[in-house]
Antibody, heavy 115, light 107 residues
Framework: QVQLKESGPGLVQPSRTLSLTCTVSGFSLTSYGVSWVRQPPGKGLEWIAAIWSGGSTDYNSALKSRLSISRDTSKSQVLLKMNSLQTEDTAMYFC?????????WGQGVMVTVSS | NIVLTQSPATLSVTPGESVSLSCRASQSISTSIHWYQQKSNESPRLLIKYASQSISGIPSRFSGSGSGTDFTLSINRVESEDFSIYYCQQSYSSLYTFGAGTKLELK
């Protein structure tokens, strides 16, 4: 069955770089796109970035200068890097299958930005 | 950026009632709208894609309609498991955005 699982550090210091990994199973990254979506505590959803089945990428323009999304198809992994973290980047980070709409979601990983 | 405005922010209903949740786009987006349900401390779940297309495994009481700027998610005869937050999301522009959500709560 389709599964996505996020992994990464739970706590990151301000100004540092966040690295998150989404490991997928049950589908191929060369057939489906994968996106990252985040949700600050008690708030709504914000789309961050997507990597399409062909390998092209799209970013939220408000965050683009700080983001990098890539993939390792041999490991079925999608990688997200965000630099210059601030406290407002504290959120639950989800990866989800799809690049237009998101039909399967991971459980999410909570990232707290704090010194 | 395309702004999605959901209304009402909170909807209080009793089980068995039928409800309509609204999502209005700041510009025409054809039918590029998708609906999600998020229960407390869970990941979102896709309910409807492209305004009205059903999703496998989603109960038939959920339906969607609309095009252009005005969209509606309808729930026919709300059940206790439906009390959660509902979000709309647009994929018309390359900067995908979500609405702020409508919380469906028990009256």
């Amino acid at each position: 069955q389709v599964q996505l699982k996020e992994s990464g550090p739970g706590l990151v210091q301000p100004s540092r770089t966040l690295s998150l990994t989404c490991t997928v199973s049950g589908f191929s990254l060369t057939s489906y796109g994968v996106s990252w979506v985040r949700q600050p505590p008690g708030k709504g959803l914000e789309w961050i970035a997507a990597i399409w089945s062909g390998g092209s990428t799209d970013y939220n323009s408000a965050l683009k200068s700080r983001l990098s999304i890539s993939r390792d198809t041999s490991k079925s992994q999608v990688l997200l890097k965000m630099n210059s973290l601030q406290t407002e980047d504290t959120a639950m980070y989800f990866c989800a299958r799809g690049a237009y709409y998101f039909d399967y979601w991971g459980q999410g990983v909570m990232v707290t930005v704090s010194s | 950026n395309i702004v999605l405005t959901q209304s009402p922010a909170t909807l209080s209903v009793t089980p068995g009632e039928s409800v309509s949740l609204s999502c209005r786009a700041s510009q025409s987006i054809s039918t590029s709208i998708h609906w999600y349900q998020q229960k407390s401390n869970e990941s979102p779940r896709l309910l409807i894609k492209y305004a009205s297309q059903s999703i496998s495994g989603i109960p038939s009481r959920f339906s969607g309609s609309g095009s252009g700027t005005d969209f509606t998610l309808s729930i026919n005869r709300v059940e206790s498991e439906d009390f959660s937050i509902y979000y709309c999301q647009q994929s018309y522009s390359s900067l995908y955005t979500f609405g702020a959500g409508t919380k469906l709560e028990l009256k």
